[in-house]
Nanobody
Framework: QVQLVESGGGLVQPGGSLRPSCAAS????????MGWYRQAPGKQRELVAT???????NYADSVKGRFTISRDNAKNTVYLQMNSLKPEDTAVYYC?????????WGQGTQVTVSS
């Protein structure tokens, strides 16, 4: 059984920063791609950023230059450094991991950007 547990969301003012993390646990031999997605109220879930096991990254245009995805393979953990946050970044953020052929999802962490 594999579990993904996110933490590090919260309420922040516009222009602020947050760094949510997501740790995978359970019967894990290898993790391939890991990523972050988000879903705002009334909208579809969308990709935010992904990172391969080798460290190659991909970002949505809306977050390029503001967000940085990283991972610690020894800890089976993925991070999302979010800077210069905007109200439109408000959403539930979900992590995703490919272990090894199945995709797992975390429970989500709320990020709210508001003054």
């Amino acid at each position: 059984q594999v579990q993904l547990v996110e933490s590090g969301g919260g309420l922040v003012q516009p222009g602020g920063s947050l760094r949510p993390s997501c740790a995978a646990s359970g019967s894990i031999l290898i993790i391939y791609d890991m990523g972050w997605y988000r879903q705002a109220p009334g909208k579809q879930r969308e990709l935010v950023a992904t990172i391969t096991s080798g460290g190659s990254t991909n970002y949505a245009d809306s977050v390029k230059g503001r967000f940085t995805i990283s991972r610690d393979n020894a800890k089976n953990t993925v991070y999302l450094q979010m800077n210069s946050l905007k109200p439109e970044d408000t959403a539930v953020y979900y992590c995703n991991a490919q272990i090894p052929i199945r995709h797992y999802w975390g429970q989500g962490t709320q990020v709210t950007v508001s003054s």
